[in-house]
């Protein structure tokens, strides 16, 4: 069997598996060729999309590996949100560090904001907004369709015109340094 691209008469292209069986007759003739070619394009779609999150991931993890080892994250931010905007498709990132004794978190460092739609976002209390409930929960939020969500926690994404949005809080052993957003 062979794995094949084939172009189908109105232009698209799609992957099919193409098997064949030869019978030989006694003289050493092709007697007959038997063939069957199955549609395999959903499989080859849900491969792909399987190894491109998977590249996501590794991208986002080594992102945080990277961030959980320096003093001062906000330094580098910029340098990491520059090679994950292209690969992941982002626009925005907000890096949020914990104010100790404050009950929230404080915006250190971001990219694709307007200045003025910052004054929302630059201190969250636990529980406020979704990258404060991120920190809160020390549990990473994922939010698809953002401007569908009826959350009234994704109402400050909404309003700066994002359209997807993950959190993800930053955890050393038991302390949550912040939280790191991608939209």
């Not at 969250?124 to 569908?148: N, W």
């Amino acid at each position: 069997s062979l794995d094949q691209r084939l172009l189908r008469p109105d232009g698209d292209t799609i992957w099919v598996t193409v098997t064949f069986s030869i019978q030989w007759d006694a003289g050493g003739r092709i007697q007959s060729l038997i063939g069957v070619v199955e549609d395999i394009d959903a499989r080859k779609r849900a491969e792909l999309e399987l190894r491109t999150q998977a590249h996501r991931q590794q991208l986002l993890s080594e992102t945080m590996d990277r961030l959980l080892r320096v003093d001062d994250p906000a330094e580098v931010m910029q340098d990491i949100f520059a090679s994950l905007k292209t690969t992941l498709d982002l626009e925005t990132f907000l890096d949020y560090d914990v104010v100790p004794d404050n009950g929230g978190i404080r915006l250190v460092a971001w990219s694709g904001i307007p200045e003025q739609a910052l004054e929302p976002l630059i201190f969250l209390k636990f529980g406020q907004a979704l990258c404060g409930t991120s920190a809160a929960s020390r549990q990473p939020i994922i939010v698809d369709h953002l401007q569908s969500c009826t959350d009234p926690k994704a109402s400050r994404m909404q309003a700066v015109g994002s359209t997807a949005y993950a959190c993800f809080p930053l955890i050393v052993g038991e302390r949550l340094l912040g939280t790191l957003a991608f939209a």
